[in-house]
DNA sequence: GAGGGTGAGCAGCAGGATTCGCATCGCGTA
DNA sequence: TACGCGATGCGAATCCTGCTGCTCACCCTC
């Protein structure tokens, strides 16, 4: 494979720099970009593996970037530069679908760690998945359709499929409304209300489960969001 | 690290001006507001590093202003200025959590001396405690998770989290309930008994202690308050 | 060592807030 | 018209949180 592609917005040039040195260091290729406003043109020209993001940029600022490089590219990997002490960016970032923050002032072992971890957990996530065992029924996620092991199935909608492949994906960790709104909605997600993940989430149930009532495949982890059950053994 | 920031609270301009002078000249980044009423918009905008707070201010007074603050930042630094002879202004002053007081007419030397204490302890917090490791169990503080090195866990409600990450933060130490209510729950805690920290305690320990009954990780120091067991080495 | 006073531990409870599930409706498109 | 999709509203379940009242442990004084 080619080398990572990190992309740094970042507008103070001495911490940019010392942030780029950091990163070629280790091996990555860098590209840089000093304004808020460019940055996601630069991430469309670039399509970089992942996104390192100050928060706090003159024009358009870190959450506002985030929120238009998710509806463009729902599966980029975002870490975020925050403030020290500024507690609630850190969870406004992590809600906003960043997947980790890194606080200013930082030491380039933990910059380092941080985005090598973002990096290994999104190549882990298989990309690839065309087919779902569940228990006794069978998905194919290309078509579209779940055949039940004793003769016919339900066919999904696109919509269906995409939240079922996001579950998937994430299988055995529970996945909040608003990053299912974000990963698999994309687009305007942000001003939908998060109730419509569960109406999907329901018709989905109704396809899927043996009981729709007492759901085993998909579970609803009370305050964090749902989970596709973990395969058992 | 970017310079520290300051901000003065005080009607008086001479004075203001005085305090303004004299934090400048010892390196600090100072913002001025010569009006209570318009503090917490100031603290919210400018977010710094250490609020220096006249307690007698038209409008507004200093003790309604570090209530506020305090509500909606619990961590920040506060330095008030008292009159001289005020001494119940003093104790209210730090009831109401204030780090520290500074009498007038005061000194620069005693000004500044004050402010690098108080800056100092601030710092010696590290506020991006993301993780706790206790013994065999790691706290995913972001999470609100507890998870046992052996498997499965439990998970913290946000109080309970937020009160763990102050005693974190503040290992060693025994705290007050009186500055837990304050700092951890914020607002108008002050009426509150203060054994409903106790009780949240009581939750704490269920969920970390390997014996609640016989707490090894959150002490009790009778009269002081509670602490976080210092990390064995 | 006895006794009183204070602080802390410990259920249990109840009000309130969240969160979920579900039924239903309306809208737009094929 | 059928279908997919999102909004809304209601009720139920669940959780959080602080209070009350009691007991127990500790400390101090006598």
Same mark, same amino acid.
């Given at each position: ?5 990190? /992309? ?10 010392? /942030?780029?040195?950091? =990163? *070629? ?13 460019? !940055? ?104 579209? *359709? ?16 995409? /939240? +079922? *492949?996001? =579950? !998937?994906? %994430? ?9 299912? /709104? ?5 687009? %305007? ?18 396809? +899927?489960?043996?009981?729709?009532? %007492? ?6 982890? *009370?305050?964090?969001?749902?989970? +596709? ?5």
């Amino acid at each position: 494979m080619a080398q990572t592609k990190i /992309l740094v917005v970042e507008d103070d040039a001495p911490i940019r720099r010392g /942030l780029v040195d950091a =990163l *070629r260091f280790a091996g990555y290729a860098v590209e840089e970009c000093p304004s808020g406003d460019d !940055a996601i043109d630069r991430v469309c020209a670039t399509s970089p593996d992942l996104l390192l993001l100050d928060v706090l940029l003159p024009g358009k600022d870190g959450f506002a970037i985030l929120e238009e490089v998710r509806a463009s590219h729902p599966q980029m990997a975002v870490v975020m530069l925050t403030a020290r002490g500024a507690e609630e960016d850190r969870v406004r970032g992590l809600k906003g679908g960043a997947d980790d923050y890194v606080v200013k002032p930082f030491s380039a072992t933990e910059l380092l760690a941080r985005v090598e971890a973002v990096l290994r957990r999104s190549a882990e996530r298989p990309t690839d998945l065309r087919e779902l065992k569940l228990s006794d029924r069978t998905v194919q996620l290309e078509l579209g *359709r779940v055949s039940l092991d004793d003769g016919d199935g339900h066919s999904l909608s696109d919509l269906e499929t995409r /939240l +079922l *492949r996001y =579950l !998937a994906v %994430n299988r055995g960790r529970p996945v909040d409304r608003r990053e299912l /709104l974000q990963r698999v909605w994309g687009g %305007n997600a942000h001003e939908m209300e998060t109730r419509a993940v569960d109406m999907h989430v329901r018709r989905l149930r109704e396809k +899927l489960e043996r009981d729709a009532a %007492n759901p085993t495949l998909i579970l609803t982890v *009370r305050g964090k969001g749902y989970m +596709l059950a973990p395969e058992s053994p």
